[in-house]
């Protein structure tokens, strides 16, 4: 019972932090994320009611930044945001079953973006499709790259240098740079 006690603790701890408006909660969150994650550089910036799990596997480097109600999850699997990049308000970056999200430098990334690397296997149809359990492919963003708003990118896509996703597009296959 101390252990749920001390998570919930924890989490309401969390809770308060990223519920802080201002720069008095910017403050906050930029020591919470230099204490509990991997990497968290200079400039770096979490806005406030960001949610994060698996924190320990998540790096952002100089000057990147995430606006408000953001989720990042990396859970078997590791987040990198490369320095200078731009995440707006409300995305969802999730990284799960061994792949790894890595979005490279001065990159733009627009509201409502959905960025997931793993999917449900459902091979089996005599089985449940949620008992057959996720493969994880790594998705990466190079440099350089924007992505518009309500995109969802799936696993194992590869985003080239200089590239621009339209907004509303679901990208399912890597494409050339540029």
Known sequence: ????????VLEI??????????????????LWARIFF????KG????????????????FEDYATMD????????????????????????????SDG??????????????VVIRSANHLFNDQLMLINKQGNEGKSVVIEDDVWIGSNVTITAGVKIRKGSVVAAGAVVTKSFAEY
Not at 13 to 30: A, D, E, M, N, T
């Open 13 to 30: 701890f969390r809770w308060l932090i990223f519920s802080v408006p201002g720069k008095s909660g910017q403050g906050l969150r930029v």
């Open 68 to 95: 408000e109600y953001g989720y990042l999850s990396a859970h078997q699997a590791n987040i990198a945001i490369g320095r200078n990049s731009k995440i707006n308000r409300n995305v969802m970056i999730n990284a």
């Open 38 to 41: 991997a990497k968290f550089a």
């Open 44 to 59: 770096a910036r979490l806005a406030s009611y960001t949610k994060i799990q698996g924190s320990n596997r998540i790096i």
């Open 1 to 8: 019972y101390l252990m749920i006690i001390i998570r919930e």
């Open 99 to 112: 792949g790894d999200i890595l979005v490279g430098e001065n990159c733009l990334i627009g509201p409502n």
